[in-house]
């Protein structure tokens, strides 16, 4: 059987059964002990790092996604600034082979084309002389060839240094972009990589809660995944009490309850969210002769957020379902 670190107010010299139907005197109402008990959040870095900022305390309350601690990140950010550099870097390739030649290059290419249509023209005049020469006999067979060799070459450079134009104006090859389409990809998802290790040495509060407690000081070094920061949210505030077998049968998941506790002023209303099957005996902090033999059972509920700020893990509490 377990054994509940739990406190339990002396029993009135009656039965539990007259307990859970009502108590003994005629102004009291069926109550079972307990206490209040909380569920902390305890918030850590994936990363080590030396302990830079810690601007929350002890018992501080602090609303969602304000800063809990800073480790520090020099190698991070440097990390961050590469992998963005060579993004950057591959994003402008990228743009360079989609866009083919750079203008002044074309431009070249467009200044050869027009010195080679001029020597084509003059070659294609020079074919046309040569040709009605040979027809009156004044020239040999073997200047005509050359002239007409020549006017052929030079009409074959035209056409070269046209082809050369249009490939200049040419994005790169399908298999290049594809390449430097996955280059700029892989780069993209380093950097996203370098921001979350550098977003993991600066942590924020997952949810509105009391800092029960800061497990490092400023300047130690803190190992990764060792918690720096312990919340407690309000929503993780329950409250555990125990009922005898005789009492079980009235209560049900989903039963409202009112829990008294000192210093907390009006009833606390609850909700039970849980009910063990398994008995055990009497936590032996709450021992009595009366009720040291007796076997009972763990009862779970849940304050409302706005009300779970009046109770303190540990806090004794006393549970009356209704």
């Known amino acids: 059987m377990r054994i509940h670190p739990v406190l339990r107010r002396p029993l009135p010299a009656c039965s539990l059964v ?11 109402h069926a109550f079972f002990q307990g206490y209040a008990e909380g569920e902390y959040v305890y918030v850590a870095s994936s990363e080590a790092g030396r302990l830079a900022e810690l601007p929350v305390r002890r018992g501080q309350q602090v609303a969602a996604d304000a800063p809990l601690f800073a480790l520090e990140a020099t190698r991070e950010i440097a990390a961050r ?18 866009t083919g030649k750079r203008p002044a290059e074309v431009d070249v290419s467009r200044a050869q084309l027009a010195q080679a249509e001029a020597a084509s023209r003059r070659s294609a005049a020079q074919l046309r002389r040569d040709t009605d020469q040979f027809r009156i006999g004044g020239i040999a067979r073997a200047q005509l060839d050359d002239s007409r060799e020549q006017a052929q070459s030079d009409a074959a450079r035209v056409r070269e240094l046209q082809a050369q134009l249009e490939v200049a104006r040419l994005p790169g090859r399908d298999e290049q972009r594809r390449a430097q389409a996955a280059e700029v990809d892989a780069a993209r998802a380093a950097l996203a990589q370098a921001e979350w290790t550098l977003a993991q040495k600066r942590l924020a509060a997952p949810a509105a809660g009391l800092v029960f407690d800061t497990l490092y000081r400023v300047g130690e070094w803190v190992p990764a995944g060792s918690p720096v920061v312990s919340l407690l949210p309000p929503g993780n505030i329950k409250v555990r009490f125990f009922v005898p077998e005789e009492a079980l049968g009235a209560l049900k998941v989903g ?5 008294r506790c000192d210093a907390c002023g009006d009833p606390i209303p609850v909700r039970i969210d849980y009910i063990s099957t398994q008995a055990e005996y009497t936590p032996p902090v709450i021992y009595s002769r009366e009720s040291r033999s007796k076997l009972v059972y763990m009862v779970q509920a849940r304050p409302a957020p706005e009300a779970a700020t009046r109770l303190h893990p540990g806090q004794p509490v006393e549970a009356t379902p209704q």
């Open 18 to 28: 007259l307990l859970a139907l009502g108590g003994c005197g005629k102004d009291e």
């Open 81 to 98: 600034d590469q992998a963005s550099a060579q993004l950057a870097a591959a994003v402008a390739q990228q743009e360079d082979i989609a």
């Open 255 to 259: 039963q409202q309850a009112t829990v």
